[in-house]
């Protein structure tokens, strides 16, 4: 039954049910003789007055015939699960931008951190190569102050000019000529001996005593430390 039957009364629907039941009647019925009219109203005799009783679940039945606004149903849930989405990839680019800036802020640490080692080893290489620099420049000046190779000297010199003679009588033309030039060179030697002798006692007087101060006052481990 259609839904424009709702609240009709029996009154207003008599002459469509006389005309439909004329129309369905068979030519051998046994109510042909009967008016067409009397089985309607006998059979709407108890409703007169009263609104037709209505089929059970026909609003149900017939919901799914209007479609109207049902793209709006659809909208909304579609926002909804858009929205949501966006919220997660929002919370997703939030998570790998701070991941991002955290490994390049380990990164950079680790960079400077490995830097700064690199340079304070240098540092630490440069200043041991300085203290050993030191220690061997302070034991050349003292030596060349007490002037104690000096003694050594005379000795060298004098097995030299001892042997020139034994070189200058060989048979053999080299080491006759090694033996004539080791006699002119010994008193060559002698002066070159004393002559640096003097100036590294001269050297002596005004470096020494800047490389004791600073092995006295440990300058150059202040310097690491610093």
Request: hydrophobic residues 45%; aromatic residues 6%.
């Amino acid at each position: 039954m259609d839904g424009r039957w709702l609240g009709q009364s029996v009154a207003s629907i008599e002459p469509a049910m006389q005309n439909r039941a004329a129309a369905t009647r068979c030519p051998g019925d046994a109510t042909t003789g009967a008016s067409p009219g009397h089985s309607v109203k006998r059979y709407l005799r108890p409703f007169r007055g009263q609104a037709l009783p209505q089929p059970p679940l026909r609003g149900v039945l017939a919901l799914h015939r209007d479609q109207k606004g049902t793209i709006s149903l659809l909208s909304v849930f579609s926002l909804l699960l858009l929205t949501m989405l966006l919220g997660m990839v929002m919370n997703v680019g939030r998570q790998v931008d701070r991941k991002v800036r955290m490994q390049n802020a380990a990164d950079a640490a680790t960079y400077s951190g490995g830097v700064m080692l690199a340079r304070g080893m240098n540092s630490l290489a440069f200043t041991n190569h300085l203290i050993c620099d030191v220690f061997a420049l302070t034991a050349y000046m003292r030596e060349a102050r007490d002037r104690s190779s000096a003694t050594l000297a005379p000795d060298a010199l004098a097995a030299w000019a001892a042997m020139a003679p034994w070189l200058a009588a060989s048979p053999f033309p080299k080491f006759s000529a090694l033996g004539t030039a080791t006699a002119l060179k010994v008193p060559m030697e002698a002066e070159m001996v004393r002559s640096f002798t003097e100036w590294s006692s001269a050297a002596s007087a005004m470096i020494l005593p800047v490389l004791e101060e600073i092995l006295a006052q440990e300058l150059i481990p202040k310097y690491q430390r610093a």
